[in-house]
Every structure is written in C-alpha cells, then in structure tokens.
C-alpha cells in the first residue's frame, strides 16, 4: 500500500518561496500510469490542484499558479518537492501531496497535508 507524507516549514514569510517535499513509500514514483499531484486547501475554500509529476517526469500546472509553482523530484529518494515562489499570506492553506492514477484521474492516495502559514 502507498503512503505519502508531506514535509516542509510550516511558517514562511511574505515574499519567501514556499518548499514542501512529498516522500512515497510502498511504491515508486516512476511507476508509470501515475501522476503525483500537489494540493491544497485554504480556510473557507475548496481543494486547489496546484500541479503535478509525472512518472515520466513531465510536470503540469495549474495557470493560475504556473508562473510561481515548480515540481520537481529525486528518484533515489523516491520523493517530489513544491516550490511556490513569492509566497502571500493567501498562500497560507493545508498542502496535501496526492497520488493520481491516470486511467481515472481519482484521487487514491493521499498524504495527511501539513499546514503551512504565511506571515511575517
């Protein structure tokens, strides 16, 4: 069974880049037929799909958030990394990494979120 857990400060100043690493056990990010995607939730608002990986490395983004949001990953650590640019206090939001299979785009494994702030 995948688990997936989300790492990274949980407070970030205005202005700083934002960085979360997601790392997958019970099974490889380059397995194909998967992406791994990064999410999000803001207090008040529904969940924001903010882009994500590939199993072949190629990486999608929301537009709205494309210009700030870069996925990378590191196959020997079997983990991919969030990095949001120019973070503003609306950035503040639970970030959640999330396993997506391609043949249904459903969401079927889910890290537990990490809540990250965004404050002076």
């Known amino acids: 069974q995948v688990q997936l857990q989300e790492s990274g400060p949980g407070l970030v100043k205005p202005s700083e880049t934002l960085s979360l690493t997601c790392t997958v056990s019970g099974g490889s990010i380059t397995t194909s037929g998967y992406y791994w995607s990064w999410n999000r939730q803001s207090p008040g608002k529904g969940l924001e799909w903010m882009g994500a990986i590939g199993s072949s490395g190629t990486t999608y983004y929301s537009p709205s958030l494309k210009s700030r949001t870069s996925i990378s990953r590191d196959t020997s650590k079997n983990q991919f990394t969030l990095q949001l640019s120019s973070a503003t206090p609306e950035d503040t939001a639970v970030y959640y990494c999330?396993?997506?299979?391609?043949?249904?785009?459903?969401?079927?494994?889910w890290g537990q979120g990490t809540q990250v702030t965004v404050s002076s």
């Open positions: 999330v396993r997506v299979p391609a043949i249904n785009n459903q969401f079927d494994s």
